[in-house]
């Protein structure tokens, strides 16, 4: 079974600056995809950005972009210029593509970092 | 409607109790997942639909716990004799395929409350 691990249970950042959340997974399969989803206080989960495996190059949208590191199992999540408004919990989730008995539709979730943003 | 619905927003119910939670997807998602978040942790995988297929009811905790889905529309989770420890958020998700790269889009959750 896949797991997530986000070992940051807090971060804090000034608004303006740039952040990094990190998040390792344990995985034996070779193809799947990564995301990190963001929870306002409205609890609604919004996609912030994706990254499929095969794929070297790293993910970006906007201020926000990945470090993935397949051999070390690494998916960091950089957020730049940060704003007010990033504030919330940032959840990183893993998603098989099926085979070798996988199952290809659940997101596996880390436990979440909450990210302060300061004026 | 423009997003995935979940109602009620907000349930507090006797310890005990059964309670109903509603979702309703984007419509043509043909996949609709439940989510259960507990304070302080990450999502924990209830129960998935996939049009007419038979649900993967793998994440289900207990028999207290069921959930139904007509067709491509929408879904009902059902707790039983509700526990202290059923309090928590409760997450419905969509998404227009079951696959990969995918976006799934969640609801703003039901907060439930067993006192």
């Known amino acids: 079974a896949q797991t997530v691990t986000q070992s940051q249970p807090e971060m804090s950042v000034q608004e303006a600056e740039t952040v990094t959340l990190s998040c390792t997974y344990d995985?034996?399969?070779?193809?799947?995809?990564l995301f990190w989803y963001k929870q306002p206080p409205s609890r609604q989960m919004i996609l912030v950005i994706r990254?499929?495996?095969?794929?070297?190059q790293n993910a970006t949208e906007n201020r926000f972009s990945v470090n993935f590191q397949k051999a070390a199992k690494s998916f960091s999540l950089k957020i730049s210029d940060s704003q007010l408004g990033d504030a919330a919990m940032y959840f990183c989730?893993?998603?098989?593509?099926?085979?070798?008995?996988?199952?290809?539709?659940?997101?596996?979730f880390g436990k979440g970092t909450l990210l302060t943003v300061n004026p | 409607g423009a997003g995935v619905s979940q109602s009620p927003s907000n349930k507090v119910t006797e310890k005990g109790k059964d309670v109903e939670l509603r979702c309703d997807p984007i419509?043509?998602?043909?996949?609709l997942y439940w989510y259960r978040q507990r304070l302080g942790q990450g999502l924990e995988f209830l129960i998935y639909?996939?049009?007419?297929?038979?649900?993967?009811k793998s994440g289900l905790p207990s028999d207290r716990f069921s959930a139904e889905r007509t067709g491509e529309s929408v879904s009902t989770l059902t707790i039983q004799r509700t526990q202290q420890e059923d309090s928590a958020v409760y997450l419905c998700?969509?998404?227009?395929?079951?696959?990969?790269?995918?976006?799934?889009?969640f609801g703003q959750g039901t907060r439930l409350t067993v006192v």
């Open positions: 989730a893993y998603r098989s593509l099926g085979g070798s008995g996988g199952s290809n539709y659940k997101l596996t």
């Open positions: 639909f996939q049009g007419n297929s038979a649900p993967d």
């Open positions: 990254q499929e495996a095969y794929k070297q």
């Open positions: 995985t034996s399969e070779s193809d799947y995809y």
């Open positions: 998700a969509s998404s227009f395929r079951a696959a990969g790269g995918t976006e799934a889009f």
């Open positions: 419509s043509g998602h043909t996949a």
